[in-house]
């Protein structure tokens, strides 16, 4: 079984350029997540998905960061503009659906975003 | 605010010694309890997971859970170097999860 792809694997951008991340969850997982982590710290969820609706974003930063996962499947998570502080690993997480006991969810390699 | 809290450490334990790693968490409605490994540089991964109260084995890791003292912790035994890692706890509601900032554990040769 394929697990969480993400790309690109690092990025390097100046402060206020926009970027792009793409994820494509685990085949058949219905929930998508988003996390912003900095170094020393645990994961800090943006945005999640249950198929193509939101099931909570009220820690996604709305003025400058946008998600979507249009068909349900693979997702992008974009920031328009970057600013210093978003320096950050940008994990994706997928699993099998939301409101399960029962409820392994899984990471992808992350994207490593360098802001200068 | 739901909170999961660790010791950040680092620990330090000598190879082939027990590993002990410990989260509170303070919702009292969390269902299901994870631990994920995570190396330098590299994302989490799922190690253990335990949903009910008392102990699971599983290899040289052993996750223990109390419900009534919101408690779970993680023994690694016959620790070795590879183990050296920053250790997640995660707990979920069964909708949300929510992360402990991590142990860092050094095994030393």
């Known amino acids: 079984e394929a697990g969480v792809a993400q790309s690109p694997r690092y990025k390097i951008i100046e402060k206020r350029q926009s970027v792009a991340f793409w994820c494509n969850p685990i085949?058949?997982?219905?929930?998508l997540y988003w996390y912003q982590q900095i170094l020393g710290q645990g994961p800090k969820l943006l945005i999640q998905?249950?198929?193509?609706?939101?099931?909570?974003d009220s820690q996604l930063p709305k003025d400058r960061f946008s998600a979507e996962r249009l068909k349900g499947v693979d997702s992008t998570l974009k920031i328009q503009p970057a600013k210093l502080e978003d320096s950050a690993v940008y994990l994706c997480?997928?699993?099998?659906?939301?409101?399960?006991?029962?409820?392994?969810?899984?990471f992808g390699p992350g994207t490593r975003l360098t802001v200068l | 605010q739901k909170e999961v809290e660790q010791n950040s450490g680092p620990l330090s334990v000598p190879e082939g010694a027990i590993a002990s790693l410990n989260c509170t968490y303070s919702?009292?409605?969390?269902?299901?309890f994870f631990w994920y490994r995570q190396y330098s540089g590299k994302s989490p991964e799922l190690i253990m997971s335990?949903?009910?109260?008392g102990d699971k084995e599983d290899g040289r890791f052993t996750a223990q859970l109390n419900k009534a003292s919101q408690y779970v912790s993680l023994l690694i035994r016959d620790s070795q170097p590879s183990d050296s890692a920053t250790y997640l706890c995660?707990?979920?509601?069964?909708?949300?999860?929510?992360f402990g900032t991590g142990t860092s554990l050094t095994v030393i040769p």
């Open positions: 997480a997928s699993s099998r659906r939301t409101g399960l006991a029962y409820n392994e969810q899984f």
């Open positions: 335990i949903y009910s109260n």
């Open positions: 998905f249950q198929n193509n609706g939101v099931v909570d």
């Open positions: 919702d009292r409605g969390s269902q299901s």
């Open positions: 085949s058949g997982h219905a929930t």
């Open positions: 995660a707990v979920t509601d069964g909708n949300q999860f929510y």
